[in-house]
């Protein structure tokens, strides 16, 4: 699903990643574009008008998989959220919560929404963000909105957690 299928997750590699995230360019305008791997297609990132949606840690298969093993693999995979949302929060002050709620039904009303949301709906990251900002991108550059959050489309697919940066508020939709 991703290009980060079978690593550990690591909180240093994770933030380093939303770093870069932060120093690399956001587009102003333009479609929205997933980049796969060049080998094995599997997603790498995701960029559209003011965003870009990095994923940074996907679990194992989770087919098969039932309770207690697959709440085993919840939890942690939710740790692995906390914990970055922590160090995030210890960095750039407590962060907020914006649901995804309201896209998700205007996902399955196939009604439109910014590009954003619907990029996060069209790669089933559906799971409500952590936001901060306005955050500093970096010398020189415009402060920003940074959210993670952590994923599952359906019970046999992999948790996967993902971060973006955006050049405009990330705000929750209204019904």
Not at 24 to 37: L, N
Not at 73 to 96: Q, S
Not at 136 to 144: C, I, Q, T, W
């Given at each position: 699903?991703?290009?980060?299928?079978?690593?550990?997750?690591e909180?240093?590699?994770?933030?380093?990643?939303?770093?870069?995230?932060?120093?690399?360019?956001?587009?102003?305008?333009?479609?929205?574009?997933s980049?796969?791997?060049?080998?094995?297609?599997?997603?790498?990132?995701?960029s559209?008008?003011g965003?870009?949606?990095?994923?940074?840690?996907?679990?194992?298969s989770?087919?098969?998989?039932y309770?207690?093993?697959?709440?085993?693999?919840?939890?942690?995979?939710?740790?692995?959220?906390?914990?970055?949302?922590?160090e995030?929060?210890?960095r750039?002050g407590a962060?907020?919560?914006?649901?995804?709620?309201?896209p998700?039904f205007?996902?399955?009303a196939?009604?439109s929404?910014?590009?954003?949301?619907?990029?996060?709906?069209?790669?089933?990251?559906l799971?409500?963000?952590?936001?901060w900002?306005?955050?500093?991108?970096?010398p020189?550059?415009?402060?920003?909105w940074?959210?993670a959050?952590?994923?599952?489309?359906?019970?046999d697919a992999?948790?996967i957690?993902?971060?973006?940066v955006?050049?405009?508020?990330?705000?929750e939709?209204?019904?």
């Amino acid at each position: 699903m991703t290009a980060r299928a079978g690593e550990t997750f690591e909180l240093d590699r994770a933030v380093s990643d939303i770093e870069a995230l932060l120093a690399g360019p956001v587009p102003a305008t333009g479609p929205t574009d997933s980049q796969g791997d060049p080998v094995t297609g599997e997603w790498i990132a995701t960029s559209g008008e003011g965003f870009r949606i990095l994923p940074l840690w996907e679990s194992g298969s989770l087919v098969g998989v039932y309770a207690p093993e697959w709440n085993d693999a919840d939890e942690a995979a939710r740790g692995h959220l906390d914990d970055l949302v922590a160090e995030l929060d210890r960095r750039w002050g407590a962060h907020r919560k914006v649901g995804m709620r309201v896209p998700i039904f205007r996902k399955i009303a196939d009604e439109s929404m910014p590009p954003l949301f619907q990029a996060l709906c069209d790669k089933d990251c559906l799971g409500d963000l952590s936001v901060w900002g306005p955050v500093a991108a970096g010398p020189g550059a415009a402060d920003v909105w940074v959210a993670a959050s952590v994923n599952q489309c359906d019970g046999d697919a992999p948790m996967i957690i993902v971060a973006l940066v955006s050049d405009r508020p990330i705000v929750e939709l209204q019904d």
